[in-house]
């Protein structure tokens, strides 16, 4: 069964850089797939952040890309964001999840964590 | 950027009944989309896959269908465990991965 695991500080303050890991049990992910970032303000809907593969090549949403990076590592079994520059607009819960072979859609999500920009 | 539009914002309807959600896509992404259910403080859980194939244990009252810019997510006869927010998700043409705004389907 494949489980997923976000970690990170809960609050960030204006202009600094929000850091995220996601843990993966009961897959390596270095066997394939891609690895995904997805955030969800509160009471609004989903944005997909960007993804990684298991190869390490990224894939970042236009409207974020200036702004964020995504990395594995697999010998910890992880992936991770880094979201700079951030303001209260960027406040959201953040899921990571397991984006399909291709990229395509998240079969696996993380419980997901939320993090609030604030001073 | 392919931009999805979901209608009805919300969808009030009875256990029992059925319910059919709409999923515009502002050009064709043939039947690469996905359905997703999510409930108050939980994460998104995949339904329904390449338009209409129904993911592992997801119940048969769901069934997806469409191609193109018009999909169609039905619930045939409603569960009070179904009662939730639904989005679709484009996968044709990405970077980006793009969702809809979502349909609250509540209790009438």
């Known amino acids: 069964q494949v489980q997923l695991q976000e970690s990170g500080p809960g609050l960030v303050k204006p202009s600094e850089t929000l850091s995220l890991t996601c843990a993966v049990y009961?897959?390596?992910?270095?066997?394939?797939?891609?690895w995904g970032w997805i955030r969800q303000p509160p009471g609004k809907g989903l944005e997909w952040i960007g993804s990684v593969a298991h190869s390490g090549n990224t894939y970042y949403n236009p409207s974020l890309k200036s702004r964020v990076i995504i990395s594995v590592d697999t010998s910890k079994n992880q992936f991770s964001l880094r979201l700079s520059s951030v303001t209260a607009a960027d406040t959201a819960v953040f899921y990571c999840?397991?984006?399909?072979?291709?990229?395509?859609?998240?079969?696996?999500w993380g419980q997901g964590t939320l993090v609030t920009v604030s001073s | 950027e392919i931009v999805m539009t979901q209608s009805p914002a919300t969808l009030s309807v009875s256990p029992g009944e059925r319910a059919t959600l709409s999923c515009r896509a502002s050009?064709?992404?043939?039947?690469?989309l996905a359905w997703y259910q999510q409930k108050p403080g939980q994460a998104p859980r995949l339904l329904i896959y390449g338009a209409s194939t129904r993911a592992t244990d997801i119940p048969a009252r769901f069934s997806g269908s469409g191609s193109g810019t018009e999909f169609t997510l039905t619930i045939s006869s409603l569960q009070s465990e179904d009662f939730a927010v639904y989005y679709c998700q484009q996968y044709n043409n990405w970077p980006p991965l793009t969702f809809g705004g979502g349909t609250k389907v509540e209790i009438k």
């Open positions: 050009q064709s992404v043939s039947s690469n």
């Open positions: 009961g897959y390596s992910i270095s066997s394939g797939y891609y």
């Open positions: 999840a397991r984006v399909g072979r291709f990229g395509e859609y998240s079969g696996y």
